[in-house]
């Protein structure tokens, strides 16, 4: 198993930058996959990014792609979304999700509000 725990939401003006991290405990050696995902009010849980480990692939959803970078920091088992030229329609619960062995596991959201 795995617990997950993200730290860096906040509030920020359009255009800004924040940067999310997401670090896993109890058993990360079994994640192949981990990625962030966010939830507007009224609207479905959509993936944000995403990044095998240990190949390092991404992927990107379309509205965030060329302003948002995931990455991971393997010696600290801990993935970051860089969120850049933020946009007010990004605001969202962002939830950090890994998925060990066939199981999914999910982080208790933080919350990014982007002021216009």
């Known amino acids: 198993q795995v617990q997950l725990v993200e730290s860096g939401g906040g509030l920020v003006q359009a255009g800004g930058s924040l940067r999310l991290s997401c670090a896993a405990s109890?058993?990360?050696?079994?994640?192949?996959?981990m990625g962030w995902y966010r939830q507007a009010p009224g609207k479905q849980r959509e993936l944000v990014a995403r990044i095998t480990i240990p190949e390092g692939t991404t992927n990107y959803a379309d509205s965030v792609k060329g302003r948002f970078t995931i990455s991971r920091d393997n010696a600290k088992n801990t993935v970051y979304l860089q969120m850049s030229s933020l946009k007010p329609e990004d605001t969202a619960v962002y939830y950090c999700?890994?998925?060990?062995?066939?199981?999914?596991?999910w982080g208790q959201g933080t919350q990014v509000t982007v002021s216009s």
């Open positions: 999700h890994a998925v060990w062995y066939t199981r999914n596991y």
């Open positions: 109890g058993s990360p050696d079994r994640i192949g996959a």
